[in-house]
């Protein structure tokens, strides 16, 4: 790591909710991947400097909830207009045949690491659900493999079924086989052993993460799962209420709400994150808050497949944590979080319930502001999945940081440059990307990437799927 200070920057955004902008100098000093100092300062002898001036600082963004593999399944046909549970049966489950070789799942995760390094997002949770038995390659460490060379920090929450689910498996590749329950907790404790770290900013983490509670596995499997990741010391994550299908369905089989149904098998608390959550009643809302269960917010993917819009102002104002995520690139074909963010800013304005007096005829104009997205993009989604040194630009935490580079037309006439990456929409350029202190992304360009290379080998497989 090299001694740095970043200099000159007309903004800095600090991702905290309480403090959202940096006072008395936007300068940052950076020793051994840790913010050393911030304010007016001066460069030392030997020490790199990074000239920010035109540009706007912010915490590197935290992407909590991913679908690597999906990177290259972006806008097929066959799925492009359809909801949650038809769509599944016709992108992801239909197209996983044609990940049975590990150069597939290796570019797609290349492919979506790159975009979203490219959109300054320095920390991946990648819910990777593609294992079956007898799979002929190492799918969890081709995934941390291709974050280490980007350099970016990740979170694997392993995901994967110990069943079929009948509503999209009645026609599955052998590539969607369920494992059995041994099987997944062995995996998910080797992956523990061989790739875990300890501590508030560790570059590796592992999360227990079926893909579906009940859905894709066996009521009474939920708590095994819930307890043998505790002993293991990691968190918990799946999917929840997507849908309002999964509120009607939890109702009709278990008698109760979705959350309700995973919190009698132990998967609520601080310890455990939903992606989704969009369909949740006000006791779901306050049971959040009150046991600090997570929600993964991916606000693209929700409207891409008419899923409805989650509830999250709500959610802040109760203190639920909240993280900002872009789901996998099937749904969401604009896979960055520069786009997740534009949008999370946009479209809670629109929704009608935001008002103060509920249900109204239009929206309301700030019921998500610019810094509300930037702390649940950043420090919001890496305190809810136990990243406690990472997302904030403060003395003392990790030098996860995104230069951005407002020399763009679409920032010309900003009054507030600092608002420009998430409300002037679109991809800004970076001036550079810093991961732990490293320099991942610089001049818009990631260094020792043939991205020419990229887009033949994505093609190239594209067109065998096709």
């Not at 840790?34 to 001036?53: K, S, Y």
């Amino acid at each position: 790591m090299t001694d740095l200070l970043i200099k000159g920057a007309a903004h800095l955004m600090t991702g905290r909710r309480d403090t959202p902008r940096a006072t008395g100098g936007n300068d940052l000093r950076i020793r051994g991947g840790v913010i050393t100092g911030i304010g007016t300062l001066n460069a030392e002898p030997g020490e790199r400097v990074l000239d920010a001036a035109g540009c706007v600082v912010y915490p590197g963004w935290v992407n909590t909830h991913h679908h690597l593999f999906q990177s290259l399944l972006k806008g097929i046909p066959g799925g492009i207009d359809l909801p949650l549970v038809p769509w599944l049966a016709a992108v992801p489950v239909k197209y996983r045949r044609f990940f049975d070789r590990e150069e597939v799942l290796r570019i797609a995760a290349r492919v979506g690491l790159v975009e979203l390094a490219l959109s300054g997002c320095s920390t991946v949770s990648d819910h990777q659900y593609h294992y079956y038995p007898g799979i002929p390659f190492d799918a969890s460490a081709v995934v941390f493999e291709e974050a280490e060379k980007l350099g970016l920090r990740f979170v694997l929450a392993r995901g994967g079924q110990t069943q079929a689910r009948a509503m999209t498996d009645e026609e599955a590749p052998p590539q969607v086989m369920p494992e059995s329950l041994e099987a997944f907790l062995a995996s998910v404790e080797r992956d523990v052993q061989r790739f875990h770290q300890r501590g508030p900013m560790p570059m590796r983490t592992v999360v227990s993460a079926i893909t579906t509670p009940n859905w894709s596995c066996r009521p009474e499997e939920l708590k095994l799962m819930a307890r043998e990741a505790r002993r293991l010391g990691i968190r918990l994550h799946s999917h929840l209420s997507e849908t309002y299908d999964y509120v009607r369905w939890a109702r009709e089989v278990h008698d109760c709400t979705p959350l309700e149904f995973v919190e009698s098998h132990e998967w609520v608390g601080p310890d455990v994150w939903y992606a989704h959550m969009v369909h949740l009643s006000d006791a779901e809302l306050k049971r959040c808050a009150e046991t600090g269960t997570g929600i993964a917010h991916c606000p693209q993917s929700n409207a891409r497949l008419g899923s409805g819009i989650a509830r999250i102002p709500e959610a802040l104002a109760l203190g639920v944590p909240v993280g900002l995520a872009v789901d996998g690139a099937a749904s969401n074909e604009a896979a960055d979080m520069a786009s997740e963010a534009h949008m999370a800013w946009l479209v809670h304005r629109a929704d009608p319930r935001a008002g103060p007096r509920g249900p109204q005829p239009g929206g309301l104009a700030n019921a998500m502001t610019v810094e509300d997205v930037v702390h649940i993009g950043t420090a919001g989604g890496a305190k809810m999945m136990g990243l406690e040194g990472v997302g904030v630009l403060e003395v003392g935490q990790a030098a996860d940081i995104a230069v951005y580079d407002l020399n763009e037309p679409r920032h010309f006439g900003l009054h507030d440059p600092a608002l420009g990456p998430v409300a002037s929409g679109g991809r800004t350029p970076l001036r550079a990307l810093l991961v732990h202190g490293r320099v991942v992304v610089e001049r818009d360009t990631i260094p020792g990437l043939d991205l020419a290379a990229l887009r033949a080998d994505a093609q190239r497989l594209v067109s065998m799927m096709l």
